[in-house]
């Protein structure tokens, strides 16, 4: 349990989920990382030519300063450690199976925000935008890979994202583990 939930602060050091973009003029594809306080990618300017192919399309930009997640996110996790710490210094399996539910009640909210982020993103485009694509949406996948124009969007969590993975199936096995000791 105690494991489980230190995975959680890899979220400090790693990006939790990675959208990568490929085309003809960009075969090695253009990567932007998410991490739990800040947006980013492979080169410092990234973000930036990221925000340039969006503004033909008509897209906002992609401010890290106006997304309010980035902000308190970050503080979300480090409770979530200190109750997994708790939770594994109380020893009693109800304080495992707590845990592991708020985990993936966290988990499934901050995907759902994810996905309406990337819909804002997608559908919400500027009418003056430079190139018009009528009744196309430009939203990347929540999950997996998707066509879009002449780009192909791909969507994952990255090393981060595996960490919380990671996290939740050690204090899942805890919590078995718990259960099968006491019989």
């Known amino acids: 349990m105690l494991l489980g939930s230190l995975c959680l602060l890899t979220l400090f050091?790693?990006?939790m989920w990675k959208i990568?973009?490929?085309?003809p003029q960009y075969p090695n594809g253009v990567t932007m990382h998410i991490w739990i306080n800040k947006i980013g990618g492979e080169t410092p300017?990234?973000?930036q030519n990221?925000?340039?192919?969006?503004?033909?399309?008509?897209?906002k930009p992609i401010e890290p300063e106006a997304i309010p997640e980035l902000k308190y996110f970050q503080y979300i996790i480090l409770a979530m450690v200190a109750l997994g710490v708790g939770a594994a210094i109380w020893n009693k399996r109800k304080g495992f199976l707590a845990w592991i539910i708020l985990l993936a009640i966290i988990g499934a909210v901050g995907i759902y925000d994810f996905y309406l982020w990337e819909y804002d993103y997608g559908h919400n485009l500027d009418p003056n935008a430079p190139m018009k694509f009528p009744d196309d949406?430009?939203?990347p996948p929540l999950i997996g890979k998707k066509n879009i124009i002449n780009f192909v969007a791909l969507s994952l969590p990255h090393i981060g994202g595996y960490f919380i993975m990671l996290g939740a199936a050690l204090a899942i096995a805890a919590w078995w583990l718990?259960?099968?000791?006491?019989?």
Do not use: D, E, R
């Open 13 to 15: 050091v790693f990006p």
């Open 20 to 23: 990568q973009l490929f085309a």
């Open 45 to 47: 300017g990234t973000l």
């Open 50 to 59: 990221i925000n340039i192919l969006n503004h033909y399309i008509g897209m």
């Open 137 to 139: 949406s430009f939203q």
């Open 178 to 183: 718990k259960g099968k000791l006491k019989s």
